[in-house]
């Protein structure tokens, strides 16, 4: 089945470092989404990237597709405490019903003020 | 933006009892809802996807006849643990769809089996 796998686990930074985290797929997807969850909290949709080689930007964070579409990126530059979390990536096979998503295993990062 | 409730947030039950937790979508319609459970410092596992109306769909592992699903409105998804046990201890996280492609969260469901 599909494998979605996600680097690194664990990333600790000082307040304004930058971070990425990085998201590989056994299969080509057909779009990938990024969720952020707090401690404690739950998921929480960033946003969805879908065409080959696709960059968005919000704000500080950037996401990129690969062009294959089986890997994929976030990056956060100038990361500040607000930031932690656990960054997910999720992607959607081409052809899976529902909308269904097979998740990476997450990104923890911490932020030392 | 969509919001998803849970209830209940946490439950300890006993061992051999049933507990069940209700995922609700608030202001939007969810055709399909889904449910996770997510280990301690692991990700979302996909458990199964269910659409208004019908079965839901299980995830290879997942037994349908411990885990019983029903999605009987468009707002509304059940999820029954029957004949809990210890190693059912998780958290369970709901999610809801209503068309697009974002999925909302719920709160999640801290499940205890003593």
Request: proline share 4%.
């Amino acid at each position: 089945g599909q494998q979605v796998m996600q680097i690194p686990q664990y990333q600790h930074v000082q307040e304004g470092e930058d971070f990425t985290t990085y998201c590989n797929s056994s299969t080509t997807l057909s779009n990938i989404q990024w969720y952020k969850q707090r401690p404690g909290g739950h998921p929480v949709f960033l946003i969805q990237l879908v065409k080959s080689g696709e960059v968005k930007k919000q704000k500080r964070l950037t996401f990129q597709f690969g062009e294959a579409k089986k890997n994929s990126s976030l990056h956060i530059t100038a990361t500040q405490t607000t930031d932690v979390g656990t960054y997910f990536c999720a992607g959607r096979a081409p052809g899976a019903g529902s909308y269904q998503l097979t998740f990476g295993k997450g990104t923890k990062l911490s932020v030392i003020p | 933006g969509a919001v998803v409730s849970q209830h209940p947030s946490r439950v300890i039950c006993k061992s051999g009892t049933s507990v069940k937790i209700e995922c609700r979508s608030l202001d939007f319609q969810a055709t399909t809802m889904f449910w996770y459970r997510q280990f301690p410092k692991q990700s979302l596992m996909l458990m199964a996807t269910s659409n208004e109306g019908s079965k839901a769909t299980y995830e290879q592992g997942v037994e349908k006849d411990k885990f019983l699903i029903n999605h009987a409105s468009l707002t509304l998804s059940t999820l029954t643990v029957t004949s809990a046990h210890p190693e059912d201890s998780s958290f369970y996280i709901c999610s809801a769809s209503g068309g697009s492609y974002e999925q909302y969260f719920g709160p999640g469901t801290r499940l205890t089996v003593t």
